[in-house]
T-cell receptor
Framework: QVQLQESGPGLVKPSETLSLTCTVS????????WSWIRQPPGKGLEWIGY?????????NPSLKSRVTISVDTSKNQFSLKLNSVTAADTAVYYC???FGSGNWIDPWGQGTLVTVSS | QSVLTQPPSVSGAPGQRVTISCTGS?????????VHWYQQLPGTAPKLLIY???NRPSGVPDRFSGSKSGTSASLAITGLQAADEADYYC????????????FGGGTKLTVL
């Protein structure tokens, strides 16, 4: 079955760039749309954006100016970069799979906590 | 402020039935887009519970069911168990200028 695993620094300084990678196993990166979703501590889910293997991306308008999602088909990975971070970007970041905007999201990675602090 | 509105909390005794509502608008649920539901147990990632309004993935008990009508959707849980205590989120597509993927704010289910 499809499994996803997030990796990256757990601590990022304010104004710097948050970078995370999601490694996909059990499926080709060409099979799904690949999303990043975050959850601030004690709060709800916020969709950040997704990418298709072709490189086509769709972002949340509220984050679009700071977000870049990319895909590496040779490594079966996709990545998230969020620049100019502040404490408000502290959250658990999940990578996840779907068949497109209107479709359900499944599966999800286990999530990784990223804290923005000096 | 979430695009989809859920009650912050619901509760019920073991064995009872509870429902969680998810209210949207004419640009999402009311436009006919599907609603999906996720269960998030404490300290874990969300897990797909209901997809396409009323379909259960393999392994999800039939105690969980979904429905949709107009601009709203509901998740029903019957025969409540202690293990059902979790946060529940609805999700749909939105065709307005907001993000195309929208979630409800989440509902905390407490089993009394």
């Amino acid at each position: 079955q499809v499994q996803l695993q997030e990796s990256g620094p757990g601590l990022v300084k304010p104004s710097e760039t948050l970078s995370l990678t999601c490694t996909v196993s059990g499926a080709s990166i060409r099979s799904y749309y690949w999303s990043w979703i975050r959850q601030p501590p004690g709060k709800g889910l916020e969709w950040i954006g997704y990418i298709y293997y072709s490189g086509s991306t769709t972002y949340n308008p509220s984050l679009k100016s700071r977000v870049t999602i990319s895909v590496d088909t040779s490594k079966n990975q996709f990545s998230l970069k969020l620049n100019s971070v502040t404490a408000a970007d502290t959250a658990v970041y999940y990578c996840a799979a779907s068949f497109g905007s209107g479709n359900w999201i499944d599966p999800w990675g286990q999530g990784t906590l990223v804290t923005v602090s000096s | 402020q979430s695009v989809l509105t859920q009650p912050p909390s619901v509760s019920g005794a073991p064995g009872q039935r509870v429902t969680i509502s998810c209210t949207g608008s004419s640009s999402n649920i009311g436009a006919g887009y599907d609603v999906h539901w996720y269960q998030q147990l404490p300290g874990t990632a969300p897990k797909l519970l209901i997809y396409g309004n009323n379909n259960r993935p393999s392994g999800v008990p039939d105690r969980f069911s979904g429905s949709k009508s107009g601009t709203s959707a509901s998740l029903a849980i019957t025969g409540l168990q202690a293990a059902d205590e979790a946060d529940y989120y609805c999700h749909s597509y939105d065709s307005s200028l907001s993000a195309p993927v929208v979630f409800g704010g989440g509902t905390k289910l407490t089993v009394l």
